[in-house]
């Protein structure tokens, strides 16, 4: 069991890769982390062994640590995989799910549109929040799948393109960011048409992260994730 100043450095850090604070590639000293975190050694070099572990951190052998880098060659890695299993998931979801499963996504979507309202013509600011609540309706699609395994993996997949995700959003500046496809996809969950749900789902993922790609790597144009 981790000691709660090794959760609470660990958590800090990882929130700070995801979101941009730390930027990507950046070397990361472990006194300056201790300072800014207000923590001891200990618990940084764990926090740094966890998030290393998770890819989040890259060690480079007695040099130290740094933040992982950015690749479209690694976004559409984790893209391919992400679409492929979240869609099963989805599929799953609309054979098993229940009438809490849609009540799941009722409240996520709610979510949603209410801090879109509140981050209109601020979206760069609030690109954080943003990426959660999309993130939360996602996994309420999912969150009738039987797998638990595929859940995880799941999970561990957003997270590896969250940093992504963040950096586009908020190179965007006030672009109103994706999301209106999120109604059609869940009216056709719960009218339970398997086929035209996932149909839309594939394609809502295939366009965000088409979007990723024309935002951060523009040299790579219109090729995206395949």
């Known amino acids: 069991m981790n000691a709660p100043d090794s959760n609470s450095t ?7 890769i995801l979101d941009g604070s730390i930027e990507p590639s950046s070397k990361l000293s472990i006194a300056q982390l201790s300072s800014r975190y207000n923590s001891s050694a200990a618990p940084v070099r764990e926090a740094l062994s966890r ?10 052998g007695q040099r130290g640590y740094w933040a992982a880098p ?10 391919r ?8 998931a989805f599929r799953q979801s609309i054979r098993h799910g229940d009438l809490d499963w849609e009540a799941s996504i009722a409240g996520a979507r709610h979510r949603e549109l209410t801090v879109r309202r509140n981050a ?6 609030h690109a954080g929040e943003l990426i959660r609540e999309n993130r939360r309706f996602h996994m309420a699609l999912i969150s009738g799948c039987p797998s638990a395994w595929q859940l995880r993996f799941i999970s561990t997949l957003y997270d590896q393109s969250e940093r992504f995700r963040r950096l586009s959003l908020i ?8 999301g209106d496809e999120h109604e059609a996809i869940m009216e056709a969950a719960f009218r339970r048409d ?12 295939e366009h965000s992260n ?6 951060l790597f523009p040299e790579r144009g219109a090729t995206g994730p395949r």
């Open 81 to 88: 995989l992400r679409e492929m299993l979240e869609v099963d």
């Open 10 to 16: 660990y958590h800090q850090l990882r929130n700070d």
């Open 51 to 60: 998030l290393a572990a998770e890819g989040l951190v890259i060690r480079k």
């Open 120 to 125: 209109e013509g601020h979206y760069s600011e």
């Open 171 to 178: 190179s965007l500046a006030e672009t109103t960011p994706a």
């Open 210 to 215: 088409q979007r990723v790609i024309d935002t």
């Open 70 to 79: 950015v690749s479209v060659d690694e976004f559409v890695d984790v893209a």
């Open 194 to 205: 398997e086929e035209e749900a996932c149909s839309l789902l594939k394609a809502h993922i």
